[in-house]
Each structure stands twice: as C-alpha cells, then as structure tokens.
C-alpha cells in the first residue's frame, strides 16, 4: 500500500531552520506531483509548497515564498522542504501529500490522492 512518512519536526526558536523530509513508497513517485500542507490548532489545512513530477516547478504559498524551499529526489522517493527564517506563525502539523492528476502539484488540498500522518513544528518566540 502506499505510504508517505514525514521526519524532521521538532521545536525551534523564531529565525532557526529545519528541514523536513517525506519518504514515499508503494507509488511511482516520479508519477505524482508532492505537495506540503500544514495545519494549525483551530485552522484550516492551508497550503505551503508543491513541486512538478520532474522537481524543475516549485510553486508557493505567499507566507512562506523566500523562506522555504521544496525539492525531490525522484531516486530516494523523497521530497524535502527546506524552511528557514521560521516564525511563530509557522507552528502547525506538517503534511506531505501526492498529486497523481496535476503535473505542478494542486494548490487544494482535496485535490490530492494521498497523505502521510504529519510531523509537528512548533516554533517558539
């Protein structure tokens, strides 16, 4: 069965870095566009970052656009996204996701096949 697990949370202070990482399996990975979302206590699942099938077009929420950045390594089933300069606003559960349909990777969340469980970040001020 298909199974996308994030790694890479954890609690930081206002400006710090982490990098998170989700691992896929079960699925062409190189078939599906991969997507991160987030969500925060009382929130709506919001949509962070998204990046084509081949890695070559990331696309962004405005909130975190200069801040973090999404990747993939087709050969390790894995997309990774890269958050710097990290705010307070940050803090919320993290989920990766992936998009059979969109070649660049859906800014809607229901527009996604599959999810991984999430991974806390929680920044502190």
């Known amino acids: 069965q298909v199974q996308l697990v994030e790694s890479g949370g954890g609690l930081v202070q206002a400006g710090d870095s982490l990098r998170l990482s989700c691992a896929a399996s079960?699925?062409?990975?190189?078939?599906?566009?991969m997507g991160w979302f987030r969500q925060a206590p009382g929130k709506e699942r919001e949509f962070v970052s998204a990046i084509s099938r081949a890695g070559t077009i990331p696309n962004y929420a405005d909130s975190v656009q200069g801040r973090f950045t999404i990747s993939r390594d087709n050969a390790k089933n894995t997309v990774y996204l890269q958050m710097n300069s990290l705010k307070p606003e940050d803090t919320a559960v993290y989920y990766c996701a992936a998009d059979r349909a969109d070649y660049v990777g859906s800014r809607f969340y229901g527009a996604y096949d599959y999810w991984g469980q999430g991974t806390q970040v929680t920044v502190s001020s």
């Open positions: 079960g699925l062409t990975f190189s078939t599906y566009a």
